[in-house]
C-alpha cells in the first residue's frame, strides 16, 4: 500500500456537512441512533432484519461462526424469497405496483403485486415442466424487461439458484459462466431495444451454446412482444415461453421452503485471476440483509416510488431492485434502454411521468447528466427527497452537482459502498442519523465493523491521513458463502492476508474487500478505488487478467497486460498494451482486433479504446507483470519504485512509445 503523502484531508477543499433536510428527517423509517448500539449486540441485533421476513420455520441459532470463513446465518430457520417478495403482501397490497416497466420505445406495463404472483407462478411451473429442480442453477440471460425479475423469483419459488448473467456480456462470456455452474437450463430473450435498435439478444445464447463442451438440456425464450421477432431463429432445444405459459395458465406452484442456509443465487464478478468468480448467496442471511438496509437506507414507505437506474444483471439490481424492494412492498420503476434515447432528457421524463421521489444511480450516470447539462432536466417536473449513488468514488463536485441539480438542495444524497461479495449496503450514512460531506461514503451501517489496516495488518487510526486496505471484521448477514465451486479461491481472495487461517475463532477472520480507503477524524470512510488488479469502467467491474487473457488470444499478440486510465465520465477505462510476435505488424489493424476480441470474448462495454504496442512488458523477476507501472503510464503520473524490475528500464521506453503513437 502506497502511503498517501498528502494527507487527504487536505487535499479536499474544506470539509463540508451537509445537514438532512428536516422534512425528510420527519418522514424517516430511522431516526432512533440507539440503532447502532442495538446491532452492534453482536450477533442478536441482526435479528431486527431476520424479523422483518416471513419464516415457515424461525432460526435455531443467529449466526454459526464454527467453521471459519464459511459462515452461516439464521441456521434451523427455513423461508422462501419469493414468498416474501410477492405472496405475503397480495392481503393487504394486491393491487399495489411492484414494477412498472418503461419501454425504451415508450410502451410500458404495469405489474401489481397480484399480477406479479400470477406470473411468477405461472413461470415457476413452466420451470417445472422444463425439468427444473430443487437446488439446480438456472443461468439468466435477460436485460432489462419484466421478464428477467419474474424469471428470478420463479427460480426462488422452486428453490432453484439462479445465475443472471448481465445481458450486456458476450456469448463466450455467457458460455463460461453456464459451464462453470454447470447449469442445464438457460433463460433468454429474442431481443430488446438500446438506442432505438432491436438487438438481436438471442443469437449469444445460441453462439454460447456452440462453444459449451457440454450443451444445455433446454433453452427458454422469452419475447420481448406478443409474438417472436421474425429475424429469431429457433433450434430444437428452443422453448418458447409463451408457448409453455399457455400450458400453465392459472396454474401455482407452492413455493419451497429453503433453508436459511441453502444457495438463493450466483452473481459472477471479476478478481484477480482470468477467471470470473460464482459469487454465491444464501437464502436467509443475504435476504434479510437487503430487506433491512432497502428499510432503514433507502428509506422506502408504501406511498414512494422508488427508481434504482442500473441494471438487474449486476448486484445492485439484484439486491435494490429485486430483492430488498419486493421484500418491501415497494413501488419501482424499470427501464428497459439508454438515458439519451431518444432524447437526453429521458430519465427525466420518467422520473415525472411515474413520480419517482426515491432515486439511486452510479456517478458515472451522474458525470454523464453533468455534462449534458441542467436544461435537459429543466423542462420536467421531479421531485426527489432521497438520492443515493453506488459503484464508484463520487467526486465532491460530481455529488454536489447531484445534489444541487437533481435534489433542488432539498433532497438526501447518500453515497453507499459495497460489493458483489457483501450483498448489501455495508458503508453508508443512514439518511436520517448523520450530516452528509461529499467524496466521503459515511461511516459503516448497523452491526457492521470496518477497519482500515496497513500492509503488516496494523489498524491505521481515524483521522491519521493514510490510506490502506479496507476490511471487514466481524461478519454479517449479507456476505458470500462462497465462490462457486472454488472453496480455496474463497480463502485467497477475500481471507488470507489478514486472517490467522488456522484458528477456528470467527474473531481471528478478516474480510479484505481490495479496495484502499482513509478514514477522516470524524469516523467517515472515503473510498480511493481498488488496489488489486480490478477496475472499475462505467460502474461494471472488470479484471485485468480477464481481458488480458482475451487479448493474448489474437493471433498476432504474443503478450499483453491491462491497466486502468481514469476517464473523465466512465470512472476508469481499460488500456491495452501488447507485445506482438515477432512476424506481426503493428498498425492500426491488430490494434483493431485488439479492442473487437474483448468485444466479442467480454461485451462492448469493456472495449479497449487505447491499445498500446510496445517491445516489451514491465515484469518483475519473479515473472509477475507490474500493471502498477503502466496504470501510472496511462495516468501520465511520476513511476514509482521500479527496483524489483527485471528490466527498470522497460516502463521509460513504453512510456516513450505511448507518446510517440
Ligand atoms: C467499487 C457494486 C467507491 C469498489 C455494488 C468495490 C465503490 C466495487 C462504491 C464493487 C462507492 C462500489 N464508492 N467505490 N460508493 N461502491 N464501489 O461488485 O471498488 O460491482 O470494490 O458491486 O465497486 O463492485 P461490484
Not at 488456522?502 to 479484505?512: A, E, G, P
Request: proline letters at 6%; aromatic letters at 10%; charged letters at 25%.
Amino acid at each position: 500500500m502506497t502511503d498517501d503523502p498528502v494527507p487527504i484531508e487536505t487535499r479536499l477543499s474544506e470539509p463540508e456537512y451537509y445537514r438532512p433536510p428536516p422534512s425528510f428527517v420527519g418522514q424517516a423509517n430511522v431516526t432512533d441512533p440507539t440503532v447502532f448500539d442495538e446491532f452492534d449486540q453482536f450477533p442478536e441485533g441482526f435479528e431486527a432484519y431476520a424479523e422483518r421476513l416471513d419464516w415457515d420455520e424461525r432460526w435455531d441459532t443467529v449466526f454459526d461462526g464454527s467453521d471459519p470463513p464459511y459462515f452461516r446465518w439464521f441456521t434451523g430457520g427455513r423461508l422462501n424469497a419469493a414468498h416474501n417478495c410477492v405472496d405475503r403482501h397480495l392481503e393487504e397490497y394486491a393491487e399495489k405496483t411492484a414494477f412498472v416497466w418503461e419501454g425504451e420505445p415508450g410502451d410500458c406495463r404495469r405489474l401489481a403485486y397480484q399480477d406479479l404472483y400470477r406470473e411468477v407462478n405461472e413461470f415457476a411451473a413452466a420451470l417445472r415442466a422444463v425439468g427444473v429442480e430443487e437446488g439446480d442453477v438456472v443461468t439468466l440471460h435477460l436485460p432489462m424487461v419484466p421478464a428477467l425479475p419474474i424469471s428470478m423469483l420463479a427460480c426462488a419459488r422452486l428453490g432453484a439458484v439462479h445465475s443472471e448473467v448481465f445481458g450486456g456480456f458476450s456469448a463466450p462470456a455467457l458460455a463460461d459462466r453456464i459451464a462453470d455452474a454447470d447449469s442445464r437450463h438457460l433463460i433468454t430473450i429474442d431481443g430488446y431495444y438500446r438506442r432505438g435498435e432491436f438487438l438481436q439478444h438471442k443469437r449469444k445464447a445460441d453462439d454460447a451454446r456452440e462453444q459449451l463442451d457440454d450443451d444445455v438440456d433446454a433453452v427458454l425464450v422469452w419475447t420481448r412482444e406478443d409474438d417472436l421477432h421474425p429475424a429469431t431463429e429457433l433450434t430444437e432445444r428452443d422453448v418458447l415461453v409463451g408457448d409453455l405459459l399457455a400450458v400453465h395458465r392459472g396454474d401455482s406452484v407452492d413455493p419451497v421452503p429453503r433453508a436459511s442456509t441453502d444457495p438463493l443465487f450466483l452473481m459472477y464478478t471479476s478478481g484477480t485471476t482470468g477467471k470470473p468468480k460464482g459469487a454465491q448467496h444464501g437464502t436467509g442471511g443475504y435476504l434479510s440483509y437487503v430487506t433491512g438496509t432497502t428499510h432503514s437506507l433507502f428509506d422506502i414507505h408504501p406511498t414512494d416510488t422508488y427508481w434504482c437506474f442500473a441494471d438487474i444483471g449486476w448486484i445492485t439490481g439484484h439486491s435494490y431492485i429485486v430483492y430488498g424492494p419486493l421484500a418491501n412492498a415497494a413501488s419501482s420503476v424499470l427501464y428497459e434502454g439508454a438515458p439519451d434515447h431518444p432524447h437526453r432528457g429521458r430519465v427525466w421524463e420518467i422520473a415525472e411521468k411515474y413520480g419517482v421521489d426515491i432515486f439511486h444511480t452510479s456517478p458515472t450516470a451522474i458525470r454523464l447528466f453533468m455534462r449534458w447539462g441542467e436544461s435537459h432536466l429543466e423542462p420536467y417536473d421531479f421531485d426527489f427527497k432521497h438520492l443515493t449513488s453506488v459503484g464508484e468514488p463520487i467526486q465532491p463536485e460530481v455529488w454536489r452537482w447531484y445534489y444541487d441539480h437533481v435534489g433542488g438542495g432539498d433532497s438526501v444524497v447518500i453515497d453507499t459502498w459495497w460489493q458483489t461479495e457483501t450483498g448489501g449496503v455495508v458503508l453508508s450514512n443512514l439518511p436520517a442519523l448523520a450530516d452528509m460531506k461529499p467524496g466521503y461514503v459515511g461511516r459503516p451501517m448497523p452491526g457492521i465493523s470496518a477497519a482500515i489496516l496497513d500492509d503488516d495488518g496494523a489498524e491505521l487510526e481515524a483521522g491519521s491521513g493514510q490510506a490502506g486496505y479496507l476490511v471487514l471484521d466481524r461478519p454479517w448477514p449479507g456476505m458470500l458463502q462462497t465462490l462457486q465451486g472454488d472453496d480455496e479461491r474463497y480463502i485467497e481472495e477475500y481471507w488470507a492476508d489478514f486472517s490467522d487461517l488456522d484458528s477456528d475463532d470467527w474473531r481471528d477472520w478478516v474480510y479484505k474487500a481490495g479496495d484502499s480507503a482513509v478514514e477522516a477524524a470524524d469516523g467517515y470512510f472515503r473510498v480511493l478505488g481498488r488496489i488489486d488488479d480490478v477496475m472499475n469502467v462505467a460502474g461494471h467491474r472488470l479484471g485485468s487478467m480477464e481481458l488480458e487473457s482475451v487479448i493474448v488470444e489474437v493471433p498476432d499478440v504474443a503478450e499483453a497486460a491491462v491497466a486502468a486510465r481514469d476517464h473523465p465520465e466512465k470512472g476508469q477505462v481499460p488500456d491495452a498494451y501488447v507485445v506482438l510476435r515477432e512476424d506481426a505488424e503493428a498498425g492500426a489493424e491488430v490494434r483493431e482486433a485488439v479492442r473487437e476480441a474483448v468485444a466479442t470474448d467480454i461485451g462492448k462495454f469493456a472495449r479497449p479504446d487505447h491499445v498500446t504496442v510496445v517491445d516489451s512488458l514491465p515484469y518483475t523477476r519473479s515473472g509477475k507483470i507490474m500493471r502498477r507501472l503502466l496504470g501510472e503510464i496511462s495516468n501520465e503520473r511520476p513511476l514509482s519504485d521500479t527496483t524489483t524490475l527485471e528490466d527498470p528500464a522497460v516502463p521509460e521506453r513504453i512510456r516513450e512509445q505511448v507518446s510517440g503513437e
